[in-house]
């Protein structure tokens, strides 16, 4: 069995929305609604700074199905519908969906929402579709600033893993995706402290952050 998540390292990430597109484009998510909302956090003014430039910080975030590991919008569902897999992934059967949207109404992060054409609950499915064949979700794969890494949090964060930037030797573009590489070998060192949740709100959310000393993490 596995216990997939992912990580995003908000040191490298420039809101540039790639994630979101992606996300979008593959999992066909109508107009007007997200699976990835990124955020801009700040700015704030660095602690003992003048709160002007350029004495601030600031960083994006980008929020979606944290696929908790108590998940509440799991306790609530009436149907079944909503469930763990295998993976560790939170999905939703539409097939068992009545749209009563209770799931949304639990979710402490807003991040599922009713489609009103199909009348089904949707949400981040970390791109079961392509991590059960092997491949990396598509937010993954398509982050320009490499922030992004997906792996399994029982072989450990270090072992998360990205494509390799496509300036890498002998690394095409179209190879890219196909040659991966390791959180631990690619980003800034890092330390236990660097990495966050968003706010536990008893649902013990599995999606984590990197953020490092110099900007303060707030939920």
Sequence with gaps: MAN???ITDLNRCTGCLACTVACKAINGVDVGNFWIKT???GPHPIEGGSGDFPDVEMYFLPVQCQHCKNPECVRVC???ASHIREDGTVQIDKSKCIGCRFCALACPYGVRYLNEEERVVEKCTMCEQRISQGELPQC???CGARARFFGD???GVDNFEGPAHPDSPGCQYDEMTKTRVKLKDYVEAYTENDIHHLKDAGNKPKLMYLLREGRKWRE
């Design 4 to 6: 997939y998540a992912i």
């Design 39 to 41: 955020l801009r956090i």
């Design 78 to 80: 009436p149907t079944g």
């Design 140 to 142: 993954v794969a398509q």
């Design 153 to 155: 949090l029982d072989k």
